[in-house]
């Protein structure tokens, strides 16, 4: 099976392309332009580096969230609308599960965070073992402190993930001395990496018009929409 996998959930953004494991070619960068500038043109070089086209894609993967609202919607829309061109079928993986896939095969327990901002993280808990990947704790948004209550007890090799990691540890070193930062190519997200998730799924992959991005938070026109109307809204990524 070829995937073709796509993240820009965070500042970062990557496409790969994978043929039943095998990593065929993977395009990354990690700079200030927006994922509406760089996006596309990454996936056509891609084709044309490893000599293959998009018809002979057979399943799409993205990363759906958490992360940036505006990152998260420019990679959704464009996998759903190659896939919908092509009527292949999609797998939504979380952003948060596909950088623990970074740590694959190193026995350990994985925390990918990312920075809410606010001091808190978006972050889940993932252990590798001889059977795969266990999900310890869901997707959410936690302040930083309690984060560092749930990981003080760990004693194995923990490793931070994600655009948050080296902030968290930073922070949290001197109170934690388990944690790890993996060689910064296994920090941020990638591509490849949510494309071996999504070969787990690939038998559950869903249509195209199924896809819709996890924010785990309200986007900011809706907080501000609540606020007017004197609600209280939780912060999100794009603001507090």
């Known amino acids: 099976m070829r995937i073709l996998a ?13 043929e039943d494991g095998r990593l065929l070619g993977e ?5 200030r332009l927006t994922h509406s500038q760089t996006l596309m043109p990454m996936i056509e070089g891609l084709f044309a580096q490893t000599q293959t086209s998009i018809e002979s894609v057979d399943l799409f993967a993205v990363t759906e969230g958490p992360g940036s609202f505006t990152g998260l919607r420019i990679g959704l829309s464009a996998v759903k609308g190659m896939a919908h061109a092509l009527g292949r079928a999609c797998a ?5 599960e596909a950088l623990a896939w970074n740590l694959c095969g190193i026995p350990c327990v994985v925390a990918p965070v990312l920075d809410a ?4 993280v978006y972050t889940a808990l993932f252990r590798w073992t001889d ?7 869901a997707d959410e948004a936690i302040a930083l402190d309690t984060l560092a209550e749930r ?5 194995t090799p923990l490793f931070l993930v994600g655009d948050g990691a080296q902030m968290c540890y930073n922070k949290l070193n001197g109170r934690l001395q388990s944690l790890r930062l993996p060689t ?3 920090l941020y997200a990638r591509a490849s990496s949510a494309a071996l998730a999504a070969a787990q799924r690939a038998a559950t992959a869903v249509p195209p018009a199924a896809l819709a ?13 609540l606020a007017k109307a004197g609600g209280a809204p939780s912060s999100g990524r794009e603001g507090c």
């Open 92 to 96: 939504g993986i979380s952003t948060l």
């Open 213 to 225: 991005p996890v924010y785990l938070r309200l986007p900011q026109a809706e907080r501000e929409r």
């Open 27 to 31: 395009c990354f960068t990690n700079v």
């Open 6 to 18: 796509v993240d820009t959930s965070s500042q970062s953004a990557s496409c790969a392309l994978t």
């Open 117 to 120: 901002r606010c001091n808190q």
């Open 151 to 155: 990981l003080e007890n760990l004693e």
């Open 184 to 186: 910064p190519a296994l």
């Open 131 to 137: 059977n795969g990947l266990e999900r310890l704790f």
